[in-house]
């Protein structure tokens, strides 16, 4: 069956340092999604990508972290310089997109989970 | 965008049924009601989705009150696997955009 990848899936940084999280979508997927989850929470939207534009980066903290999807396939999650609030779990997800169905189920990759110390 | 309301947390027994609730009073007509469930340490998958009638899958049954202000995701015969966090969302039918989750309930099973 056919997954998101995602890589790493644990990172530990000191803060100050750049990171760099790695998202391969299931083959075919127009839309990717990058969410961040908070201990206790519910992953929020990052960044929203239809093929290789962004469509919603409106909760993405631009001063900090950036997001490109060149080819429209694979994506990278950046952030430089990582502030000890960046600790959380990074969830990629994929969906069909513009060809969906329509209730346009997103699937996820296990995450990159980064401590900043 | 319409919100959900859920219970923080629920227990139920290994191999009973499960019945987990959800308040969406401020549906509208254009909403489908899904469910996501995040098991421990893994990204969150679907469960099942509906819009009006009752559906089943191979994963769970979701029950759809007649006024569509309340669902209920049954899980037929709980296992200790399906101990997890579950998501009642409501998503614009062929909009192809962001989840919006809450908390969720987190499901404890007890063997």
């Known amino acids: 069956e056919a997954e998101v990848a995602q890589s790493p899936r644990y990172k530990i940084t000191e803060k100050s340092q750049a990171v760099a999280f790695w998202c391969d979508p299931i083959?075919?997927?127009?839309?990717l999604y990058w969410y961040r989850q908070i201990l206790g929470q519910g992953p929020e939207l990052l960044v929203q990508f239809q093929d290789e534009s962004v469509v919603d980066d409106s909760q993405l903290p631009k001063d900090r972290f950036s997001a490109e999807r060149l080819k429209g396939v694979d994506s990278t999650l950046k952030i430089q310089p990582a502030e000890l609030g960046d600790s959380a779990m990074y969830l990629c997800?994929?969906?069909?997109?513009?060809?969906?169905?329509?209730?346009?189920?997103?699937?996820f990759g296990p995450g990159t989970r980064l401590t900043v110390l | 965008d319409a919100k959900t309301t859920q219970p923080n947390s629920m227990e139920s027994n290994e191999e009973e049924p499960v019945h987990l609730p959800c308040n969406h009073s401020?549906?509208?007509?254009?909403?489908?009601i899904h469910w996501y469930r995040q098991l421990p340490s893994q990204g969150p998958e679907y469960v099942i989705h509906g819009l009006t009638s009752n559906v089943n899958n191979r994963m769970a049954s979701l029950a759809i009150a007649e006024d569509r202000k309340s669902s209920t995701l049954i899980l037929h015969r709980a296992t200790l696997r399906d101990a997890a966090v579950y998501y009642c969302?409501?998503?614009?039918?062929?909009?192809?955009?962001?989840?919006?989750f809450g908390k969720g309930t987190r499901l404890h099973i007890l063997p």
């Open positions: 997800a994929s969906s069909l997109g513009r060809a969906g169905p329509s209730y346009n189920e997103q699937f």
């Open positions: 969302i409501l998503r614009v039918g062929n909009r192809d955009d962001k989840i919006i």
């Open positions: 401020t549906i509208s007509g254009t909403d489908y």
């Open positions: 083959s075919g997927h127009a839309t």
